[in-house]
């Protein structure tokens, strides 16, 4: 009776080990997986926030045009930019298409200061104050992005998180960062 007891009292201990140790990798496998998420749906928000800026600027385009109709470089590069905006897959594509599309609109804004009638159009000041708008809402939207990418990175490289990170795939999230150069203003010549 008593090798009973104790060979009872030993799988008990065994069975209570393996169920602590699944309901711990469990519980790291589920966290990792939100944080992850969260990173997806954060970069989903910067996505759309880009595209709501990126279908406001041919309606500021085609007023700046019927003023400004000779500034066709600057409304190439603007197209130019869009476009790649449109094909951006990753956080670095997105990125980098954003800090284009800033640039172009930023020379854009500049064709726009040697029109005076046309910075006083109802219809151009509304566009502005909506693109305005729309920025604010990008650098919020990166700004909760790098937050939620930061909290996932810490959790995959903390112990013991980083061992299960690494066996079930979990990588590291890129941060959304402002192009090299971008804290400068444009060059901007119409020459």
Request: without cysteine; aromatic residues 8%; negative net charge.
């Amino acid at each position: 009776m008593k090798k009973r007891t104790k060979l009872f009292v030993i799988l008990s201990v065994i069975a209570l080990v393996v169920i602590i140790l699944v309901s711990s990798v469990t519980s790291t496998y589920n966290s990792l997986v939100s944080l992850e998420t969260e990173v997806e749906t954060k970069q989903a928000q910067i996505s759309t926030q880009l595209q709501r800026r990126s279908d406001l600027i041919p309606n500021l385009v085609n007023t700046v045009k019927g003023y400004a109709a000779h500034e066709n470089e600057v409304y190439t590069a603007i197209a130019d930019a869009r476009s790649k905006l449109a094909g951006a897959n990753t956080v670095e594509e997105l990125s980098e298409a954003d800090s284009q599309l800033s640039s172009a609109l930023s020379r854009l804004l500049v064709v726009v200061e040697n029109y005076p009638q046309l910075k006083a159009s109802e219809n151009f000041i509304a566009l502005q104050d909506q693109l305005e708008g729309t920025e604010n809402r990008i650098a919020t939207a990166r700004n909760d992005y790098n937050k939620a990418a930061k909290t996932y990175n810490t959790k995959i490289r903390k112990f013991p998180s980083n061992i299960f990170a690494g066996m079930f795939g979990f990588e590291k999230a890129d941060y959304f960062e402002a192009e090299e150069g971008a804290e400068k203003n444009p060059e901007v010549s119409f020459e």
